[in-house]
C-alpha cells in the first residue's frame, strides 16, 4: 500500500520508453503486441511510446508486408542534458548485456 512515505513510494529505474526501445533492439522485427507483453505496457502505450522515439529521431520503422522492422539510430545521443555523452549505442550495450 502506498502510503506517500518516502520508502512507500514506487519508482524504477528504467522508463517505459527505455523498456521499449530495449525489446526493438534485441528484436526489430518484434510486434507491438508482444513489445506490451514484455513491458506490461498497453498496446497503445507502446504505440504512443514509438512515435515518440520516431519524432526524436532514435527509431524509424520500415513496413514489410502486414509487420514493421524497425531501425534503432543508435549513433544518436541521449536527450536528457544531464545524461550527454554517451550514445543510444552505449546505453544500449550496456542494457542489452547478459548478466551471467
Known amino acids: 500500500m502506498d502510503d506517500g512515505s518516502p520508502t512507500a513510494r514506487q519508482w524504477t529505474f528504467l522508463t517505459n520508453h527505455a523498456r521499449v526501445l530495449v525489446q526493438i ?18 498496446e497503445r502505450a507502446v504505440q504512443r511510446i514509438i512515435v515518440d522515439l520516431e519524432e526524436a529521431g ?24 544531464a545524461d550527454a555523452g554517451p550514445s543510444l549505442a552505449e546505453l544500449l ?8
Do not use: F, M
Open 58 to 81: 532514435y527509431l524509424t520503422h520500415e513496413r514489410t508486408g502486414r509487420s514493421n522492422h524497425y531501425h534503432v539510430q543508435a549513433s544518436k545521443q541521449l536527450r536528457h542534458p
Open 93 to 100: 550495450s550496456v542494457l542489452l548485456r547478459r548478466v551471467t
Open 25 to 42: 533492439a534485441r528484436d526489430p522485427g518484434i510486434r507491438v503486441r508482444d513489445i506490451a507483453a514484455c513491458c506490461l505496457l498497453t
